[in-house]
């Protein structure tokens, strides 16, 4: 008897296991109009609140890349972040997905978006005042349209070589109050700081992006701080600002995601 109580005492003693999170890289979580993963932050008890960092993959990517993101997952993953890899709708009649980042161009992308967040809640304790956005090319345009139109629902944005495409009737106030910052390539062509022209559409301009960035948060035109590292050149938007800070990061390189940027994506949200 004695030792039937003993064996009790240590099953009521052991630690609870972790919750186990769904949504791994064998198998996506299925919502209504698409699907999504989820990367747990490193050492998560399972019970605490979860700061999150939302990631749109490029053209012709997938959320499933989130698992090979060592810069993410050091950067962010081992700073208590879930990281959140949404999946780009499929393109009509290819295996192709992307986020087309305009309106009328298919799947409403920020709703969808949002229903993810509601599935990740009711899944986990996603801690709803500390969700962030990034993406890269054409994921880095649609966490601009997210930032844009639901703004309201993030805690910062941070965009890698991805500006907001035309055409977008949406006003941006959803930038209001939020900090944003644009990482890009002196050196891209494929999506250059001007945008270009695709048959009906256009990629956008950086710079007109951000002057929406600037209006919206009540920044002067010029930047109030210019900094210069051994990859980026810096130009920010802080002093002046009745809103939130903006950001412009400019490396050397083309189109693609530079060496630190994680690192500095995830100071500039934590307003170091």
Not at 76 to 91: E, K, V
Not at 147 to 161: I, Q, R, T, Y
Not at 164 to 169: E, G, I, Q, T
Request: hydrophobic content about 40%; some cysteine.
């Amino acid at each position: 008897m004695r030792r039937i109580l003993t064996i009790l005492a240590l099953l009521l003693a052991a630690p609870v296991a972790a919750q186990p999170i769904p949504c791994g890289p064998d198998a996506a979580c299925e919502i209504a109009g698409g699907s999504y993963y989820l990367v747990p932050p490193t050492g998560w008890d399972g019970e605490s609140p979860l700061s999150a960092l939302i990631f749109f993959h490029g053209h012709r990517g997938s959320g499933a890349q989130i698992f090979r993101s060592g810069g993410l997952k050091g950067t962010f993953g081992d700073s208590g972040y879930l990281l959140i890899a949404p999946n780009g709708a499929l393109r009509e009649g290819s295996n192709i997905r992307s986020y087309p980042a305009r309106d009328g161009a298919g799947r409403d992308d920020v709703a969808f978006t949002l229903a993810v967040l509601d599935d990740v809640a009711a899944r986990l304790p996603l801690d709803r005042s500390r969700v962030f956005a990034s993406g890269f090319s054409a994921g880095g345009s649609m966490a601009w349209l997210l930032a844009c139109e639901a703004g309201e629902h993030l805690a910062g944005m941070v965009s890698v070589a991805g500006a907001l495409r035309r055409p977008n009737p949406t006003d941006c106030a959803g930038l209001r109050g939020l900090p944003v910052m644009q990482v890009h390539g002196f050196a891209d062509g494929q999506v250059p700081f001007e945008g270009r022209a695709i048959r009906d559409w256009h990629q956008g301009s950086v710079w007109e992006t951000l002057d929406r960035a600037q209006v919206a948060n009540g920044c002067r035109s010029n930047p109030d701080q210019i900094s210069m590292t051994d990859i980026y050149r810096i130009r920010d938007w802080a002093a002046s600002c009745d809103g939130a800070p903006v950001r412009l990061a400019v490396h050397d390189g083309g189109h693609g995601l530079p060496r630190g940027w994680t690192d500095m994506a995830r100071d500039f949200l934590e307003g170091r």
